[in-house]
């Protein structure tokens, strides 16, 4: 079989400049990519046909920012947390123990489980950070067993200060000998800029070695309070700042100014139980948002991108069509991809069948597995 011909879409999320949401379409896949798109009526001859009879076709959603290399859970802390006691970045090391522990397979099985569940609700690019080992040897299995699984791996050795290291020793360890063994499996270097992790100069320092060793910057900026997280990422010129819940106008215009993606991971607010970012005032800016799942096992154990969607839609003011873009196109920018999150023809045929006639209903049924990936 050559090409197949997808038919009888009710609705169709291309993201194409001229017809981004398409009803009554069909499309066309060829050798894994999309290669024509239009309306049913108009549909080409194909080798082979799928009716879909009357679904939402959507392209698969791109997961952005993830900590899928890790062992162990925190449930006892989530349960703690969801008795009133705050979050507090410290919580990584539990983690961080466990997952020294663990065997590469146990690890490798771990990510190989989350990736199934994630596929399972249509998500089908990923990508995924260290930042659990901490030390030159696991950070780098850690790389390592991440690359099997997708090409979007992203060192994060300065993701806490382990404990009995000073700062400035682990700084030079994680742009030293730990940025050596990871940069092969890696494409991109990422640091968490916040109060009790690393400052503005020193994230500013990780990042700037990690791009001399031909790493692209991502950052993990302004999540628990104001900072300098969305400052660094502009000045070096980061693909991403992700978080962004507490910003300040200057924030808001460097984004905007400096073409960097806010992410936007909601999973953290409600597992945290925190104040949402507000997107609508990033849209009205003129700032581009992505929608991830930040899945981890501390703030966010989730790797659902509908419920992310659902709730951006219902506790950030983004309309149930700007969430989806933001989970498959803004997903995109972020990973500085075209090839994804779109279905316009060129790109790759990351087909989501919804459950459903139109989008809406990923937020509008919010929990209810709606969305499958269409196997071509
Ligand atoms: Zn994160």
């Not at 925190?74 to 123990?97: D, K, L, N, Q, W």
Request: glycine content about 10%.
């Amino acid at each position: 079989m050559t090409s197949l011909l997808v038919t009888n879409i009710g609705e169709l999320v291309t993201w194409d400049d001229e017809r981004p949401v398409i009803r009554d379409a069909a499309l066309v896949v060829e050798h894994g990519h999309v290669t024509w798109v239009g309306d049913r009526t108009a549909g080409p001859d194909a080798d082979a046909v799928r009716d879909v009879g009357g679904a939402a076709v959507i392209p698969g959603f791109v997961d952005s920012h993830t900590h899928l290399v890790f062992a162990g859970d925190r449930a006892a802390e989530f349960e703690a947390r969801m008795s009133g006691r705050p979050y507090e970045a410290g919580g990584i090391r539990t983690t961080v123990a466990a997952t020294r522990a663990a065997t590469d397979e146990q690890l490798a099985a771990n990510v190989a489980r989350h990736l199934a569940q994630m596929r399972a609700q249509g998500t089908t690019t990923v990508e995924i950070k260290s930042g659990y080992g901490l030390t030159v040897r696991d950070e780098a299995r850690s790389l390592a067993i991440a690359r099997q699984a997708t090409e979007e791996t992203t060192f994060l050795g300065a993701h806490v200060v382990p404990e009995g290291t000073e700062v400035v020793a682990y700084v030079d360890l994680v742009t030293g000998a730990m940025l050596e063994a990871c940069a092969p499996y890696a494409r991109w270097i990422d640091v968490f800029c916040e109060e009790g992790a690393f400052g503005a100069d020193e994230a500013r320092t990780v990042l700037e070695a990690g791009i001399a060793a031909g790493l692209q910057a991502r950052v993990h900026a302004n999540q628990l309070g104001p900072g300098p997280g969305i400052q660094v990422a502009a000045e070096v010129g980061a693909a991403a700042a992700d978080h962004c819940t507490f910003l300040d106008d200057a924030d808001v215009a460097a984004l905007a100014d400096s073409g960097v993606v806010a992410g936007l991971l909601p999973g953290v607010e409600f597992s945290t139980r925190s104040p949402y970012p507000d997107a609508r005032r990033l849209i009205d800016a003129g700032v581009t948002i992505a929608l991830a799942t930040d899945c981890n096992p501390g703030s966010s154990y989730t790797s659902s991108m509908p419920f992310c969607i659902a709730l951006a839609v219902r506790e950030m003011g983004m309309t149930p069509l700007e969430a989806l873009w933001s989970a498959t196109r803004g997903g995109a920018f972020s990973l500085r991809r075209d090839d994804v999150g779109h279905l316009a023809v060129g790109a790759r045929a990351d087909l989501v069948v919804l459950d459903a006639p139109s989008h809406v209903h990923l937020a509008y049924r919010p929990g209810v597995p709606l969305a499958t990936p269409l196997t071509t």
